[in-house]
């Protein structure tokens, strides 16, 4: 049952790389620039260092939407992790849209140290984006042990 | 001294695990001298009620094979786990949900529709359906509901060990068969056994180069040279992703690896290790061009998923319009 | 209206029930054999690249893996219109053969011939591969696991794989064979030679011998006349691996030949609620219900059909076999325990087969793959799998990727046959009065087992025994009374 659009506030899991995205997202912050706070950020130092399986275990775990934020292309600072993101999240989108989940609730981009708005517009538009699709709340008759959920299964109503 | 009871049963599966078994040959006579065995019903009749009648913890080993596909399946789980010791998910179908676990790439209804209504040769007009309970002229009959998902063994009840492969080599078999037998002390509950702790890269022998792919192919559509590196020869081979264990028999035999022995150690999820690798390999830098590359992989999801579906972080399809 | 439930059926692929229904006098009313099962192979293989299922549709059968291998690269190569190189025929071929070697060996030494070989009012303890290696000597449970271990071999040879071989591509075989391969495989399809001739001579001395068996082949409890479906060569002899499919009426007339690809024109499948297995019956003739004869669509498609169906067979032994069977019986058979015949000359020819292809020179060529070049579209596969015909049916699109799938598998062919058999059994020895023993339940039993519904694993049926559980319940489902034989 999807919530009212008007009370729902996404939730978002951001991977933002040390050297240009997460310190472009600090100097949003430090500039008072106005962006939405539904964003979470966790910091890597490579947005080369996102494997797949964290976004997919993020969107199991109640996110509604992944941003991966990276150096542009060629300003990475190890030299190409950025491009591993540019090849994995175009394929992770595939397997997403097969599984039946909008690819829209994943999203690369690339924002620099010094694009303290470029992160806040994002951080903002994704919000609405995800408001306007909705919650995700992903269907399984399973939640996994290793996670601490209870071994819960029920039969998914036919 | 009675000996050690054994039981075998098999769920939704291929019964290819319990050929395995067969096929350790005449070891076999060793295992069967070695254990007493009370309940598979393939080879032998014994009945549910013969198991429903043994003491909880009766049964010494249980050898599970097969997904959890339908309220039999999932009642004969829950039976066989209270009348064992140690309760093995033997082979892929109950370690990850292997082949049948497709299933849950579609939904039950679709699979009713087209096994019953929409295949060419099925004729139906009167649009009759398998039900879990019929009222037949003389008396009532009743057959095993079928659920929406498929799930692995341990997604309903605790399980002991876990012996991958599609099938668990007979080689393999043998090995935690003679371990058992001689007494040996099992490592802790939740491991995998019967297997290797790499992947099957290490068992291929082929040489291997860096990999700059800028082409996949189907494997209908080159001819691969022996003595080369399949995925460097851009053709998807899962090896990479898979558990070793099984002999690399499949890239022996010329054909790529399909991942049938499941996700390598510490991993959580075969198919997302396989984004990440392929990723890894793929040699552009420019979106236009990874997203044709990208197109050339025919069948992402039934490709890295192969084996795996029911196991993985996703476990199914979500209904459409929902996500 | 009293249920007598035998669940699970046992030593049978995969899981069945029978429900039998007596009526007040103590009569059979009607029996009802239910298959609980079902994946969806049909619909999930839907959205995957068709050379995929070979590997793919190995998985419906862990003990016939090798019959969806075959089927299902047959139709990939009719999908992309691309023809094999002979080279690449004669190894499929060859791993077919070895396969059905070791396929219809366990079957009879493990499954359905105990029933023959000590009896079918043996004690239970003796209705299994122990008792006969009792009557027929100690070595006989090692020649068969022997005998399985290099039929396994040779399919692992050409395969890469003994279960779920992976070998098959469209357009041919990716494996080449090496010289010392080969010679190794020459050495097994002798020893399948030899053992397949002392399985006639078994069959001979043990089962032809026996006037009580003879008298049981013929008995009428056994006896159904259906059509009788099996492939053909062009001088119509029997094929396993490739032919056209050749269906004869109850007399023995040639009623209809096909190519695999117009089996939408011969077969149609019927539903029933209380089982998930369809039943195929012939089109043209008709659903008529579970009733037999030439106004009944129900057909068999078995050892025994597929002899019915041939004109003879293609090697000199197997042959020889095939006319002594004919002469004693008539032609065609439709005593369905005289399948257990059939497949002992079916058995011979496989073995006979496997060591033709394996002394011919072409297989050791490396021409065994021709690249598809045409736009893949739809394709009809068909072998015959050792229970039956099997059918794989593919549509995909301009990449080959699946968007439709039928499947027809082997038993499934059988399974109206597999219901009129035991429901005619169980008339036959339930009567009113009559105690329900153990040999009444194994003579119902004996019924389907002739079918070989897939999966002889019982090489080692190590207790011997045959636990079974009858429940007699009334119509309220008040249990009556239950009898167990064999539990502990």
């Not at chain 2, 096929?23 to 009370?38: N, Q, Y």
């Not at chain 3, 239970?124 to 027929?136: D, H, S, T």
């Not at chain 3, 439709?334 to 058995?347: F, G, K, M, N, Y």
């Amino acid at each position: 049952m999807k919530t009212n659009s008007k009370n729902f506030e996404p939730r978002i899991v951001g991977f933002l790389c040390n050297w240009c995205s997460y310190t472009g997202a600090d100097l949003a912050g430090t500039s008072r620039m106005k962006s939405a706070p539904n964003l979470r950020i966790i910091r890597l130092m490579c947005s080369g260092r996102v494997d797949p399986s964290f976004i997919l275990r993020a969107f199991q775990l109640g996110a509604d939407g992944i941003l991966v934020a990276g150096c542009h292309p060629g300003d990475c600072h190890y030299q190409e992790g950025n491009f591993k993101a540019l090849r994995r999240v175009p394929l992770l989108k595939r397997i997403l849209r097969e599984f039946g989940i909008d690819e829209r609730r994943l999203r690369l981009e690339w924002i620099s140290a010094a694009e303290g708005e470029k992160f806040a517009k994002v951080s903002t538009e994704f919000t609405e984006e995800l408001r306007a699709l909705g919650p995700l709340r992903l269907e399984t008759s399973v939640l996994p042990q290793s996670l601490g959920g209870e071994l819960e299964t029920q039969e998914v109503a036919a | 001294m009675s000996k050690p009871k054994l039981a075998l049963y098999w769920a939704a599966s291929c019964g290819g695990c319990e050929v395995a078994v067969l096929d350790v040959a005449e070891k076999i006579l060793d295992v069967a001298g070695f254990f007493d065995i009370v309940f598979w019903p393939c080879a032998m009749d014994f009945k549910y009620k013969d198991v429903e009648a043994m003491a909880d913890g009766d049964i010494d080993l249980c050898l599970f094979n097969g997904a959890i596909r339908n309220s039999e399946n999932e009642s004969m789980a829950h039976l066989l786990r209270r009348k064992a010791k140690v309760l093995v998910a033997f082979g892929s179908c109950a370690m990850d949900g292997c082949i049948p676990g497709l299933a849950n790439l579609t939904t039950r209804e679709a699979i009713l529709e087209s096994s019953y209504q929409e295949t060419p040769s099925t004729l139906n007009p009167e649009r009759t359906r398998p039900l879990p309970q019929v009222a037949a002229p003389e008396g009532e009959l009743d057959i095993p509901k079928f659920y929406e998902s498929v799930r692995t063994l341990a997604q309903v009840v605790p399980v002991e060990y876990f012996i991958p492969g599609c099938p668990p080599q007979p080689t393999q078999i043998l090995n935690v068969m003679s371990a058992i037998m001689q007494g040996a002390v099992l490592p802790p509950a939740g491991s995998v056994i019967g297997a290797g702790e790499k992947t099957c890269c290490e068992e291929c022998g082929r040489p291997r180069k860096e990999k700059h792919i800028k082409r996949f192919y189907r494997v209908w559509e080159i001819e691969t040279k022996p003595e080369e590196c399949l995925l460097d020869q851009g053709v998807i081979c899962m090896g990479p992703a898979t558990r070793s264990g099984c002999g690399a028999l499949c890239v022996k035999a010329n054909m790529p690896c399909r991942g049938c022995y499941g996700a390598a150690p510490n991993v959580i999820d075969q198919g997302v290790k396989m984004v990440s690798a392929i990723s890894s390999v793929i040699d552009s830098q420019d979106p236009a061009e990874i997203d044709s590359i990208l197109d050339q992989i025919a069948d992402p999801v039934g490709t890295f998923y192969r084996f795996s579906v029911p196991n993985s972080i996703l476990h199914r399809k979500q209904p459409s319009g929902s996500a | 209206m009293r249920k007598i439930l035998i669940d699970p059926v046992t030593r049978l692929e995969g899981h069945g029930k029978i429900a039998i229904f007596l009526d007040d006098d103590g009569e059979v009313a009607n029996t009802y054999f239910q298959v609980p099962e079902l994946r969806g192979f049909e619909q999930f293989c839907v959205g995957r690249p068709v050379e995929e299922m070979p590997r793919i549709t190995t998985r419906i059968c862990g003990v016939c893996p090798e019959a969806h291998h075959m089927a299902s690269v047959k139709a990939c190569d009719a999908v992309f219109h691309v023809e094999p190189p002979t080279a690449a025929k004669k190894l499929r071929e060859l791993l077919y053969s070895a396969f059905f070697v070791g396929d219809h060996t366990l079957h009879f030494y493990a499954l359905g011939g105990p029933d023959f070989v000590v009896g079918p009012d043996a004690p239970p303890a003796e209705r299994n591969i122990l008792g006969v290696v009792r009557k027929v000597g100690l070595e006989v449970g090692a020649k068969v696991i022997e005998l399985r271990k290099r039929a396994q071999r040779v399919v692992s040879l050409i395969g890469g794989k003994a279960i779920h071989p992976v070998t098959g591509v469209p357009g041919g075989v990716v494996k080449p064979l090496k010289a010392e391969e080969r010679d190794e495989i020459v050495g097994h399809t002798a020893y399948f030679l030899e053992f397949a001739k002392f399985t006639i001579g078994v069959f001979d001395q043990v089962v032809r011998g026996n006037q009580g068996y003879v008298d049981m082949i013929h008995s009428d409890s056994y006896t159904h006349r259906f059509y009788s479906m099996g492939t053909v060569d062009e001088n119509n002899k029997l094929n396993f691996y490739d032919g056209k499919i050749r269906v004869v009426d109850p007399d023995g007339k040639e009623f209809v030949k096909f190519p695999p690809r117009d089996y939408l024109q011969v077969l149609a499948e019927h539903v029933e609620p209380w089982t998930y297995l369809k039943f195929p019956f012939l089109k043209q003739v008709g659903w008529k219900g579970f009733v037999e004869g030439n106004d009944s669509g129900v057909y068999r498609a078995t050892p025994l059909s597929r002899l019915n169906a041939a004109d003879g067979m293609a090697t000199p032994l197997a042959q020889e076999q095939y006319e002594v069977m004919y002469q004693r019986l008539g032609k065609p058979v439709h005593q369905t325990l005289a399948t257990h015949w059939a497949r002992v000359i079916e058995l011979l020819y496989a073995a006979e087969r496997a060591a033709e292809l394996a002394r011919d020179d072409e297989i050791l060529s490396d021409k065994i793959r021709t690249i598809p070049t045409a736009t893949p579209t739809e394709g009809v596969g068909c072998v015959e799998a050792p229970r039956g015909t099997l059918y794989h049916h593919y549509v995909t699109d301009e990449r080959g990727i699946l968007r439709k799938v039928n499947l027809i598998v082997g038993t499934t062919n059988n399974h109206a046959a597999i219901a009129m058999s035991i429901r005619k059994a169980a008339h036959g020895v339930i009567r009113r009065g009559v105690e329900i023993t153990d040999g009444v339940l194994n003579r119902i039993e004996m019924a389907f087992r002739a079918y070989d519904p897939c999966f002889g694993c019982a090489t080692h049926s190590l207790p011997g025994k045959m636990p079974l559980e009858v429940q007699v319940f009334d119509s309220h489902g008040t249990l009556l009374n239950s009898r167990r034989r064999g539990c502990e």
